[in-house]
């Protein structure tokens, strides 16, 4: 007890902290956010809509969870015909699923980028596609090496197994996405996973390949999500949401300062863009919990797109954005109207750069924003003030004003879109 009081620790401004005294007894924030909970818990029960449930004027590409030896076996029949092909003459070439944008739907009903069927030839008797053919070959076979022993490697292992063939992760990584696509199953499926990154803290028990891990007893750097989901089970918790940051220096502002023991949740962060694991562990706790979700992001156009990663899908990812995205997110801060309404110093604001409203009008034109005129209404002001703002500009009023005022408020007014 002792030490939960000095963690807690009363800023020096105490009660001249801005909005401090707006805010309401502890008790009387739990039941708002106890109500939040249970209407989205009841929410969650609701059916969710598939593809196969629309009937949409094209055909579209979608992967599912497949287990090691299925995963062999479309490689090895794979294969079978292209051997055929080449034994009849043919020479061979891979039917590639296009990734491109112009081959991406946004879908409103399901709320989630889509890939298209559209697909293209990468034939190996063609100068243009050669290497890539033989990349994709390479892959394929490390692949199936990997189904055999039923182990995982990470990319990075993928990579150096023929650095002078690969030439740069990123031609590796891309064929990987490939590779998926024309198998059909998820990536997590060809057990080749990313280094792990995501960190989860607060009120949640879960299994990690047998062994019990309790969030709350992880210090403030927290549990690494493992970069292989099919290892997590046995999901316990007692939180009441959901508290999604993009960025490490907020989530170690809360871990410190328990911010999960003051208002039950559990804070998760992808340390910026978001990697496929936090991205599946993040739906599978939505799934599983019932919770509601709410992200912390800076207010600039960047983290509204990372926001919308992880609600709507990445376009480089759309072949898998059914595993991959979590619905209805919601928005609680830093939002552009929050830098007058709390009244963030202008020497805490950046000016934008012309990138900067390039991208915010970008986003403008996007479906996903469309969709959401709280959304619209954020991001017109953000490109008309030409203003940005990070979360830690709230730490002019005090290294702890987030977890001590800016964040209870919020939740008190149920401030999010």
């Not at 490689?75 to 043919?90: D, F, K, M, T």
Request: net charge positive; with cysteine; hydrophobic share 40%.
């Amino acid at each position: 007890m002792a030490d939960n009081k000095k963690r807690r620790r009363k800023d020096p401004a105490g009660d001249e902290l801005p909005f401090k005294n707006k805010l309401k007894p502890d008790s009387a924030i739990m039941e708002t956010l106890k109500q939040f909970s249970a209407s989205s818990s009841s929410s969650s029960v609701s059916q969710t809509l598939t593809l196969q449930d629309l009937s949409l004027p094209f055909r579209c590409r979608e992967v599912a969870d497949l287990s090691l030896s299925s995963v062999q076996s479309n490689i090895e029949s794979l294969i079978l015909r292209i051997a055929h092909s080449i034994l009849s003459g043919h020479g061979f070439s891979f039917d590639v699923p296009s990734r491109s944008a112009a081959n991406q739907l946004y879908v409103p009903e399901l709320d989630r980028i889509v890939l298209k069927d559209k697909s293209s030839l990468r034939p190996f008797a063609n100068i243009s596609t050669v290497r890539k053919s033989a990349i994709t070959a390479r892959i394929l076979q490390l692949i199936h090496q990997l189904c055999i022993k039923g182990i995982h490697v990470t990319k990075r292992d993928l990579f150096y197994t023929d650095v002078k063939l690969f030439q740069d992760q990123i031609q590796s990584d891309a064929v990987l996405d490939d590779v998926s696509c024309m198998l059909g199953c998820t990536r997590s499926s060809l057990n080749v996973v990313a280094a792990e990154k995501g960190v989860v803290v607060g009120r949640l028990i879960f299994s990690d390949n047998g062994d019990m891990i309790d969030c709350t007893k992880m210090g403030m750097g927290g549990k690494a999500i493992p970069p292989n989901i099919d290892r997590v089970g046995d999901m316990q918790s007692d939180a009441l949401f959901i508290l999604l940051v993009e960025k490490d220096a907020a989530y170690m502002r809360l871990a410190e300062d328990r911010f999960y023991n003051r208002f039950p949740c559990i804070i998760v962060t992808a340390k910026g863009q978001p990697d496929v694991s936090t991205r599946l562990f993040l739906r599978k706790m939505k799934t599983e919990l019932k919770l509601p979700v709410l992200a912390l992001v800076d207010s600039d156009p960047y983290g509204l797109k990372i926001l919308s990663v992880y609600g709507c899908g990445s376009k480089n990812m759309s072949y898998d954005s059914a595993n991959l995205t979590t619905p209805d997110i919601k928005w609680l801060g830093v939002r552009p109207s929050d830098l007058d309404k709390y009244k963030i110093p202008e020497q805490c604001r950046l000016p934008m750069t012309e990138q900067d409203i390039k991208t915010g009008k970008d986003l403008l034109e996007e479906d996903f924003v469309k969709k959401n005129p709280g959304w619209v209404e954020e991001l017109t002001l953000m490109v008309k003030t030409k203003q940005k703002a990070e979360i830690q500009a709230l730490s002019t009023f005090g290294f702890q004003y987030l977890s001590e005022v800016y964040l209870p408020l919020k939740l008190q007014q149920k401030d999010w879109l």
